[in-house]
C-alpha cells in the first residue's frame, strides 16, 4: 500500500501544478503571444512526461489512481473554459458556416466574402475568419456538426468547448474499454487525458479533430471484434469529420470481404450526396488549393528531401510536386505492406492502426498544424512509442513560425529529427525482439512497433 500511496499523492501533486498551469499559464500566455505559450506547453508536458514515467514504470490496477487522473483531465479542460481563443480562428469558421446552414444555404457554395452572405456578416464572428475569400475545407460531417450546434447554440464559444468536452467524455469511455481489452492498466488513459496537446488543441483551441477521436476508437473496437459493416461505418464517420481516418480504411482491409469497405463508403456517400445536392463539384470546397505551396506550413520530410534546395518559380513547383508525388505513394505502399501483413487477432489490428496512423503523419506532404497530430494520441496511451510521444510535444515549437516569420531550421531539426531518430531506434529493438510479444505481457516489452 505503500508505493501506491506514494504514486497516488505524486500523481496528485503534478496534476496540481498542471492545473495551475492552465487555470493561470493559459490567459497570461495568451496575453503574452505565440513566445509565452511555447514554453507554458513546454513546461505543462514536462509535468505530463513526469507523470507518464510515474504511471508506466510499475502499471498496476488502481482504480482510485485511475479516477485521480481523470478528475484531473476533466478539470484541466473545465479550467481552460474562460480563457480566450488564440492559438488559431478556425473555431470562427465554424460559427461562420454554422450560421450559413441556419440561414439555409449551403455552406459549399460562397465564401464568407460573397456579395450573397452580406446579409450573414457581423463585427464579431465574420472579422475574425481565416481566408474569407475562400470556400469551406471542411468534410460534410463537420459541416453536419456545425449546423447542429448553430441550432442549439449559435455563436457561442462556451457551448462548443462543452460539446468538445463530451466527445472527450467519449473518448474516454471508449479508451477505458480498449485498455481494459488489450489487458493495459487503465492508468495508462493519463497519456491522452493529460496531454497538452489534446487540452489545449482541443477544447483550448476548439478544433474539431476532438471529435473525431471517439467514431476511430469505435471503428477500432468494432474492427477487433470482427463487426466490419460497424466498423466501416464508423470510420466512414471519422472521415466525413477530417478525411485523413481514411488510411485506417487500407490497414484494416481484410482480403476476400467487401463488408468493411460498403460500410465506409456507403457513409461517405451519404455525407456527400446530403450536401453535394445543392453545391455540385464545389463540395470539395477549398481542398484542391489547400496542397497548394501558399498552404505550406510545418513541413517535415519533404523539407528536409528538398525544400532547402535554392529553386525559385517553376523549378521550385515541378520540384516540390515530385517529392509530394513520390511521398504520397511512399505513404500508399507503406500501408499496403501494414494490410498484408497484419495479423487478425485484436493487438494485431491495433498495432496496424498505431502503424497507419504514423505513416500518414511521417510522410504526408502537406501542411502539419499541431492538431493533425491529435489522433495519434489515444493508440500511445495503449502502447506507448518514445517517438511519437516526443513528437505530440515537439509540434508545439511550430507556433513560433507567427512570431519570427518562418521557422529557423534549427527549430525544424529539433521537431522532426528527434522522432526519426526514435523511430529508427523503436524499429531496431521491433526487429532484435521479434515476433512482437503479445499484448498482455507487460509494458516494459510493449514497445510499439514502428512505422514499417
Known sequence: MAPRRGLRVGIGLLGALSLAGYAVGVPQAARAGFPAYVALFVALFALYGAAAWLVLRRPAADPVLTGVILAFGLAFRLAVLPTPV??????????????????????????????????????????????????????????????????????????????????????????????????????????????????????????????????????????????????????????????????????????????????????????????????????VGFLPEYFGSAEDFNIGLRHFLTGWLPLEGVAREVVRGVTMLALGTALVVALARIARRRGEEPAAIFRAGLAAAGAYLLLVPTALHAWYALWIVPFLAVRPSPAWLWWSGAVSLSYLTYAWEGLPFWLRVLEFWPLYGLLLWEWWRWRRDAPVPACGTGWRSGVASPVP
Open 86 to 283: 488564440f492559438l488559431s480562428s478556425d473555431v470562427y469558421r465554424y460559427f461562420w458556416d454554422g450560421r450559413v446552414q441556419s440561414a439555409g444555404i449551403n455552406p459549399y457554395r460562397y465564401p464568407p466574402a460573397a456579395d450573397e452572405l452580406r446579409p450573414l456578416r457581423d463585427a464579431v464572428i465574420y472579422p475574425q475568419i481565416n481566408r474569407p475569400t475562400k470556400r469551406t475545407v471542411y468534410p460534410p460531417g463537420t459541416e453536419a456538426l456545425f449546423a447542429a450546434v448553430a441550432t442549439l447554440a449559435p455563436d457561442s464559444l462556451l457551448a462548443w468547448r462543452l460539446i468538445l468536452i463530451g466527445f472527450e467524455g467519449a473518448t474516454g469511455v471508449l479508451l477505458l474499454r480498449l485498455l481494459d481489452r488489450m489487458r493495459r492498466p487503465r492508468a495508462a488513459a493519463l497519456l491522452y487525458a493529460w496531454a497538452p496537446l489534446a487540452v489545449l488543441e482541443g477544447v483550448q483551441a476548439g478544433h474539431v479533430e476532438v471529435a473525431l477521436v471517439p467514431p476511430i476508437l469505435l471503428a477500432l473496437a468494432w474492427r477487433q471484434a470482427g463487426h466490419l459493416a460497424r466498423a466501416g461505418a464508423a470510420l466512414g464517420v471519422a472521415t466525413l469529420l477530417k478525411l485523413y481516418p481514411a488510411v485506417l480504411l487500407v490497414a484494416w482491409w481484410r482480403r476476400g470481404d467487401r463488408r468493411l469497405g460498403v460500410g465506409w463508403a456507403a457513409v461517405v456517400a451519404a455525407g456527400y450526396l446530403a450536401y453535394g445536392w445543392g453545391a455540385g463539384p464545389r463540395v
